[in-house]
């Protein structure tokens, strides 16, 4: 035990704490320089609230257990020279990660799909196969549900729109059919959620304008087992909390 006589006096004191003080703000300071920063919108019509690719990369980081701090955009700054330089076409998601600065949302759930288990296999064959699903949603199932959700909901009463869409539903259910046959009675694509299956549950939103993914059962299922993950449902409530804290007043 220590006597009265070791304790350091008060102004000892002071200086002691003024110290750890100190350390604590260097702490927080490093701890901030080092969290991930997500770029993302900080409004958008209902019509695609819930939709944002931002998403995609909440989700991620929250399977992976990845703090993070979100940067809202608005169109001034996604115009911006130094936002370009993030995303040279001005569009989000893009990141920040201990200099690292990257754009693409595939680009990103892979980053940080590397950096953690909860989203990629281990082994080598696991990894390409969750590799093969993030290209597929991205590159053969994204480009034709995008059409048609971009004629539904900005272009839908333009004559061009009305002849374009019935091809468009046509090449959607090709690939839904091709999908719903893959997956099968499966729950994931594979044989566990990866972040090929993030994409893929994140593409199928798209439709959610439509009856279409429901034609399909299994489709539907797998969706909305996706969907209802803990991490997911927190990433959508994230993003719908900065939409509605920047919701513009109402005329
Ligand atoms: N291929 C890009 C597409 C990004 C993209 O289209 N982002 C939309 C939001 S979901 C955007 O920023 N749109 C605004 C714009 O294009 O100006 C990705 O996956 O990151």
């Excluded at 003080?21 to 019509?47: N, S």
């Excluded at 569009?91 to 990257?102: C, F, H, T, Y």
């Excluded at 680009?107 to 590397?114: C, D, N, P």
Aim: net charge neutral; glycine share 4%; hydrophobic share 45%.
């Amino acid at each position: 035990m220590y006597g009265i006589s070791s304790l350091p006096s008060s102004s000892k004191r002071e200086d002691v704490l003024e110290h750890l003080l100190m350390r604590v703000k260097i702490a927080l300071l490093e701890r901030r320089d080092r969290m991930i920063k997500l770029y993302a919108l900080r409004w958008v019509p209902p019509t695609i609230q819930g939709l944002v690719r931002d998403l995609r990369v909440r989700w991620a980081l929250e399977e992976a257990g990845m703090p993070y701090e979100e940067v809202l955009l608005g169109p001034d700054d996604q115009r911006s020279e130094a936002y370009r330089k993030l995303q040279p076409f001005g569009q989000v998601p893009a990141i920040e990660d201990e200099g690292l600065k990257l754009f693409e949302s595939g680009a990103i759930v892979l980053h940080f799909a590397e950096r953690s288990e909860a989203l990629m296999p281990r082994d080598p064959v696991g990894r390409a196969r969750m590799h093969a699903w993030m290209f597929a949603a991205v590159n053969s199932i994204e480009p034709a549900i995008i059409n048609l959700a971009q004629v539904d909901l900005l272009y839908k009463d333009e004559e061009w729109a009305k002849i374009r869409r019935p091809a468009l539903v046509d090449l959607v259910m090709n690939r839904l059919t091709s999908l719903s046959t893959w997956l099968g009675d499966r729950d994931y694509l594979e044989d566990r959620f990866t972040a090929g299956d993030l994409l893929v549950t994140t593409v199928l939103r798209m439709l959610r304008h439509t009856e279409l993914v429901a034609q399909f059962p299994n489709l539907e299922a797998y969706r909305k087992r996706c969907e209802a993950r803990p991490a997911f449902q927190r990433a959508l409530e994230a993003q719908m909390a900065a939409f509605a804290k920047h919701a513009p007043p109402q005329p």
